[in-house]
């Protein structure tokens, strides 16, 4: 009777299965996420034969687990931490969002939206980042100020590079401040959050690229662009980092309709980068800097900026770069990103391209990209309170985000082949040995004994077997990564014993003790104090770059 | 022309949203998601008027922040480290499946989904909850034994219960082993993680509800429900724990076409319930159930089952409840549901049920529900290896979800005026006093001093102000609940010192101690220690119920 509704079931899997394959395209889905794109292909070419299911995730996205997963976890402990050092409370909010609240934010980027079929009700997509939500939240409760942390996933329908970390679900890690607060203040506290996040996560060798809106909307000004022309002029600057200036240049003047003075003008000023000192001095020295309105309160800005990052040593790592842009529509202020050497695509790109055999994913040419980036919206949470309905209230806010997936690809890196994480925190393996005709394999008693272990706090295992040889348990034991193991001898149970042993190659001749059953738990405790005095596990180590 | 490119960006806020409303509306949609109900309403009803964007959250979602996200958090730490210490090793899994993957596996419920639109590519749907993923991750890999937790949010266009924790979107987290195992040892094991899960959340009046599939089939044909009737007459079962016998009587009867014997000898078994030992007595004396194959089999699943449950000394918790049906498709062997008081409806539920103004929240008129459930699911994994053309291997699997929202709904009733939760970490405020024409109010020293704090791990922050006066900081103290305050003294800071201060009432006239700025890390790691000593903080009592 049971397997008829299993039956059922299963036909029913097969039947509301949308994708028809042939059993040879079946066992190529089967192969793992890299085969991802195959699939794709293979589904939509329907063959007759054998209604199947594909074993796989979506595009773009992946299971997490094993050392990668506590890699992560280690991650997103770290920034946390961080988070929280800085005064930071943590929100969560739904992952989807009504349409409306994201509509108008992303620029060119919308497109990337993944929307939520209507089955009725409202109409939703998944967020597309953490700063629109948080403006949303903000200028719905009401709220005049708060500094808040946020690590979730969000969702991009764009074109993947899994092994570089760039994928289509992925996590942010954002801390934002909002409210009105002394000029550049909170903004360099997220520049010093910045550098201590990547500093702490073991990354030694990046660089903050930063500018200001304000200036660069100056910059245009001065060069002629017209205030219409300035979104799509400053998209063009945008791709300075993947394209030589000829290109660019060709595309505002070819393109985008601006006169080669106007280009030039540009191209003299987007050339510019260096420290913050060298290059405030430069265009304080320029008189079309220092008579435009707007470029004169970015640079003052900066100079402000400039005795705070001083104050928290974070100078040396920032260069000022006047051929930022971001695509992001809602920055007015400060914008910034950070690359390090494997952020920029390879040398040879798009020779890489044009030989990949697949563009489902673009691993093979293309870079990490910036590993984190933000800068400062101040209008994005009046924007919300105003078309709402409410009084408009300007809440200026600043903000970064790390992008998990990218320093994770970078932190990978460093793993060798001595480096071995373990996925379980267990510490303790409770094993039983005996033998003979009455030999019953002591499992209750080993689940009794774990048991008390548990109730204070400590992890332990045992084999699920009713009776298993001692090296069916030993193997057990060390692939959990277990440091001590209590044993349950069946003469020396009876007596109330059992016996502690120290786990691993160093201890193979050791018996261990053989103590009070009693006492179990305390031992246990001491012992473990004395394993990890030493410290530093080899997750951190690896997190830290050590 | 930066507010040119704004203001176009708030048009396309406007001219892309698709809620009009009147600024009448749009005040009412401007209050917390309590009014969700009357916003959508109201957004289902355009008026003239102005275009808009309601503030809110989408249906039966909503924001987490301040206290309920520190008692949210501490609910998942303290299950996070349960699961660690039974030997978890944590995975995550997309939040969207192939659509195909999810169909099939939830009975009536399946109409509960939620799509994702199409927009080119893969048809996918949000998951709706962690079991059939993980079987897809378990299939996909030919994994072969796994304990693993996963703590993630699911999807369920369901109606919901805001103030019970029945929400659209919820956390479930979920502990589950894989593998083929001594019979009933990882089943015991999961009922105890049960158990210390919800004594370790301060849960303690909790019964466990547990029935066995194979003796509810068994039941079934003993009664003589016809195979291809089991599953219906199995989810009016189900009904039990909401409608009494003689609705549910009715039910199969009348609208299922049951006989009134079958019906009347179903309902002699579904009617017993008591502790394993009481049950398993019943039911080993009944000839019936001995000679049915199915049901022997179970019953001989219980007997095992006793011995484990001893051990683990959580007999005392279970209820033994042949009324218990549970709605999945999946499950082949125990079935288990955790209730409390707080789980049924409240007793004049229809009449409340009609007196309720708006059918969009239920929270008026149901009970919290079940908080923990789970159950023994052999043939899932298997059902997609074979769908999938992979070998047929069976991989048997047992597994909890505890309902985090529901669970915290319990922890709130416990929170008196007394309790304060904290929800930043700040340890450490840093102040500077001084005044007359020259004060220039020390705000980069403030910084400088934070950055030591900072990199040596403390938890510290500071007023984002030139100049504060000495109430504003501590006012900012006491909001962040720091214990220390470190104050730069005009003269003070400028001879090398810096005063340390506790905050506090108790410390109201006490001015603190001048120490040398040199030393300012080790002596506040020291004052913290000695704070810290006293133990448990306030969410720690509130989450363990002290």
Same mark, same amino acid.
């Given at each position: ?119 009725? !009700? #409202?109409?939703?997509? &998944?967020?597309?980042? /953490?700063?629109?939500?948080? $403006?949303?939240?903000? +200028?719905?409760? @009401? =709220? ?122 540009? !191209? #003299?000023?987007?050339? &510019?980068?260096?420290? /913050?000192?060298?290059?405030? $001095?430069?265009?304080? +020295?320029?008189? @079309? =800097? ?257």
């Amino acid at each position: 009777m049971l397997s008829r509704s299993l039956n059922k079931v299963v036909t029913s899997i097969k039947s509301s299965s949308i994708i028809r394959m042939s059993s040879a395209t079946a066992a190529a889905t089967s192969a793992p996420t890299a085969n991802a794109a195959n699939a794709l292909k293979a589904s939509k070419a329907p063959k007759k034969g054998k209604l199947q299911v594909s074993l796989k995730t979506p595009k773009g996205t992946k299971d997490w687990a094993d050392s990668d997963m506590v890699i992560r976890e280690a991650i997103f402990s770290t920034l946390s931490g961080l988070f929280k050092k800085h005064g930071g409370v943590t929100i969560d909010t739904p992952v989807f969002e009504l349409r409306e609240i994201l509509a108008g934010k992303y620029g060119e980027d919308s497109k990337l939206i993944y929307n939520l079929e209507d089955q009725g !009700g #409202e109409l939703c997509s &998944l967020r597309y980042d /953490l700063t629109v939500p948080f $403006a949303r939240y903000v +200028a719905m409760n @009401n =709220i005049q100020s708060i500094k808040r942390y946020h690590i979730a996933k969000v969702y991009r329908r764009d074109q993947p590079a899994m092994t570089k970390g760039r994928m289509r679900e992925f996590y942010q890690c954002d801390f934002d401040v909002a409210g009105t607060f002394e000029s550049m203040v909170p903004d360099s506290e997220c520049l010093s959050i910045l550098v201590e996040g990547l500093t702490s996560l073991g990354i030694k060798d990046f660089k903050i690229k930063l500018n200001h809106r304000k200036i660069l909307d100056g910059i245009f000004q001065i060069a002629g662009v017209k205030d219409e022309d300035v979104r799509k002029i400053s998209s063009a600057v945008d791709k300075l980092d993947k394209s030589p200036w000829e290109a660019v240049k060709k595309e505002m003047t070819e393109e985008k309709g601006q006169s080669e003075e106007t280009a030039d003008k540009i !191209g #003299e000023y987007v050339k &510019l980068n260096g420290s /913050l000192k060298e290059i405030h $001095a430069v265009l304080s +020295a320029d008189a @079309n =800097i220092t008579s435009n309105e707007k470029a004169k309160q970015g640079l003052d800005d900066i100079a402000t900026l400039m005795k705070y990052t001083e104050a928290f040593d974070i100078d040396s790592f920032i260069s000022f770069d006047l051929s930022l842009a971001r695509g992001l529509d809602y920055y007015t202020g400060l914008i910034y990103e950070v690359v390090t050497s494997a952020s920029a695509p390879p040398e040879n790109a798009s020779e890489l391209k044009k030989k990949a055999k697949s563009a489902e994913d673009a691993s093979e040419f293309v870079g990490v990209g910036s590993i984190a980036a933000g800068g400062r919206y101040d209008n994005l949470v009046n924007m919300f309170s105003e078309a709402s309905g409410k009084k408009s209230t300007q809440i200026p806010c600043v903000g970064i985000s790390f992008g998990v997936e990218r320093i994770f690809s970078l932190i990978k890196q460093r793993i060798n082949s001595s480096t071995t994480i373990k996925p379980t925190a267990t510490q303790v393996f409770v094993m039983a040995f005996g033998g003979g005709k009455d030999w019953t394999g002591y499992l209750p008693e080993r689940m009794k004994v774990t048991k008390q272990l548990w109730d204070a706090g400590i992890e332990a295992e045992y084999v699920y077997k009713a009776k298993a040889n001692p090296r069916k348990q030993f193997d057990a034991a060390e692939k959990a990564g277990c440091h001590i193991a209590v044993i349950l001898g069946k003469e020396e149970y009876l007596e109330g014993k059992l016996r502690v042993k120290r786990l691993g190659q160093e201890f193979a001749d050791d018996d261990g003790e053989l103590v009070s059953a009693a006492d179990i738990v305390p031992i246990v405790q001491e012992k473990l104090s004395q394993i990890h005095e030493d410290g530093l596990n080899e997750v951190t180590r690896l997190i830290k770059g050590l």
